[in-house]
């Protein structure tokens, strides 16, 4: 006999859990089937983000910023020191405590909601007259149990992408789990793929000191990012000592237990090999659907390995929805938040929406880069009409009081009618400015809006103002 619920969420990641809690606030029988595990074998809801993506790199991010602050930057302060060293295993952790924290939150929400939670591998066992049947494979062996729902909503998320001829290893050759977990600092770091993992990695094990080195077969740096944002960047990291090399066709790689060699031929044509303690690589992530039991219920993947639906999150199969990175748009936690949220309303006969215009990006790199909206290489290629403003940290009085003076906000707006086209931002705390951009861009304000509301003196977001004012060429302070 199987359980009975209204909804069986299958995930429990940024947008698995946050559906199981928004299905029991709106007073439906929730379940949420999730097969993640500690390194005790307890559960560790939360998914890639909270386990081995967004907050255990955040942790190591800002454990190695203060590192790195200490080496570098505390002697302009007057904090001089007469020796430094690094604990790396404290250091891991302090980052193991953070997602373990992170694990109890989840668990202790779901009580809370009253969301029965499963501790395993969900997969459908077949359709039923009134819904679907989902067996749960308990993670620490034993007969499954079934459970049955009007409405499944899947939530299983990604993984890393691998490189042919080049499995992980998490030993030599690294997805972003075996990235946070290097006992040892290696002397030399080879990276491939310059996106959001890779640099936040790199930025990392740079400032705890290693040699790194990113391989980027693009030709452009950051190619998602207004261009002129992108050039700030890259000057910024290189004169941090990442040493970063566009262009490139990745050849054999080869491990053994003391080395990685990878043979890659750089913009010119020219061969190379570059040898290393270990490799990273992130070279983006594919949608985690193996054994779903997707067959059972007629459901496939599209040739991306996603699960296809419509703009509300709807499969091909009635009341089975999917959400998050195992479907089209962004793979970005906070999207996956918005359409759990969406997807639970939705199916109380609520309107759930989600702006995907209006999803910020953040990269979590010092300098910080976070951006919203339009590029204005996008701008120009679709032949819109707009204004742009620019306002550089270097004149901003709270980023001098930091020291941290590295970057700009820059505002876009339509030439004609002012509104907001897109914010983008390079420089200290970015990820927090942003917030005010997605808001005002929510509400379709105009760069005139920034530039008349009175912000904090002083403060980063003042940056953001004067970027406002200097789309009408009126900035003050610069």
Same mark, same amino acid.
């Given at each position: 006999?199987?359980q ?14 946050? /559906? ?5 606030q709106?007073g439906?029988?929730?379940?949420? +089937?999730?097969?993640?595990?500690? @390194?005790?074998?307890?559960? !560790? ?6 386990? #081995? ?14 590192? @790195? ?9 007057? +904090?001089?020191?007469?020796a430094?060293?690094? @604990? ?10 953070v ?6 939150? +989840? ?11 499963f ?20 993670v620490?062996?034993?007969?499954p ?6 409405? #499944? ?6 993984? /890393? ?22 006992s ?12 959001v993992i ?21 030709p ?14 890259h ?19 080869? !491990? ?19 040898v /290393?303690?270990k ?42 929805w ?10 970005? /936690? ?37 951006? #919203?909206g ?13 204004r ?25 707006? @339509? ?17 927090e ?5 997605? #808001? ?23 940056a ?15």
């Amino acid at each position: 006999m199987s359980q009975q619920f209204d909804v069986i969420v299958i995930g429990a990641g940024p947008g698995g859990y946050i /559906a199981a809690i928004r299905s029991a606030q709106l007073g439906l029988k929730t379940a949420c +089937i999730d097969a993640w595990s500690n @390194d005790q074998g307890a559960p !560790a809801p939360g998914g890639t983000c909270t386990n #081995v993506g967004c907050i255990p790199s955040k942790a190591l991010l800002q454990s190695s910023e203060h590192f @790195d602050h200490a080496q570098h930057q505390f002697a302009d302060h007057g +904090i001089e020191f007469k020796a430094l060293s690094l @604990d790396l295993a404290k250091m891991i952790t302090r980052k193991d405590q953070v997602v373990k924290q992170n694990n109890e939150g +989840i668990l202790y929400l779901f009580k809370k909601n009253k969301v029965s939670f499963f501790h395993g591998t969900g997969a459908f066992a077949g359709a039923l007259d009134q819904g679907y049947a989902v067996n749960v494979s308990p993670v620490k062996g034993g007969e499954p149990t079934q459970l049955s729902a009007k409405h #499944v909503i899947i939530a299983t998320g990604s993984k /890393a992408r691998e490189l042919p001829g080049a499995p992980f290893d998490e030993k030599m050759i690294l997805s972003n789990d075996g990235a946070l977990n290097i006992s040892k600092v290696p002397k030399k770091l080879a990276l491939i793929g310059s996106g959001v993992i890779g640099l936040e990695m790199g930025s990392v094990w740079r400032r705890l000191g290693s040699e790194v080195t990113i391989l980027e077969g693009l030709p452009t740096f950051l190619g998602a990012v207004d261009e002129q944002i992108a050039r700030e960047a890259h000057k910024a990291f290189t004169k941090q000592g990442l040493k970063i090399e566009l262009g490139v066709k990745v050849g054999e790689i080869k !491990a053994n237990a003391k080395e990685v060699s990878v043979a890659y031929t750089d913009a010119k044509g020219q061969a190379h090999q570059l040898v /290393a303690d270990k490799l990273i690589v992130s070279i983006g992530r594919v949608p985690q659907t193996a054994g779903l039991g997707l067959d059972t219920i007629g459901l496939s993947v599209d040739e991306k390995g996603a699960i296809p639906v419509d703009d509300l999150c709807r499969t091909a199969k009635p009341n089975v929805w999917a959400l998050g990175d195992v479907v089209r748009g962004p793979m970005l /936690a906070h999207k996956a938040e918005e359409e759990g949220v969406a997807v639970a309303e939705r199916i109380v006969g609520q309107h759930g929406h989600v702006n995907f215009n209006t999803i910020p990006w953040v990269i979590y790199t010092s300098p910080e880069i976070a951006w #919203v909206g339009q590029t204005e290489q996008q701008l120009k290629a679709s032949g819109h009409a707009y204004r742009a403003g620019t306002f550089p940290f270097l004149a901003n009085g709270r980023a001098r009081a930091l020291g941290d003076t590295t970057g700009m906000v820059k505002v876009l707006a @339509d030439e004609k009618t002012d509104e907001i086209l897109g914010v983008h931002i390079i420089g200290p705390m970015a990820s927090e400015l942003i917030s005010e951009a997605v #808001v005002a861009m929510e509400f379709k304000a105009s760069s005139e809006d920034i530039a008349r509301i009175c912000h904090a003196h002083p403060s980063l977001s003042e940056a953001t103002k004067e970027a406002a004012l200097a789309v009408d060429k009126r900035a003050l302070n610069f």
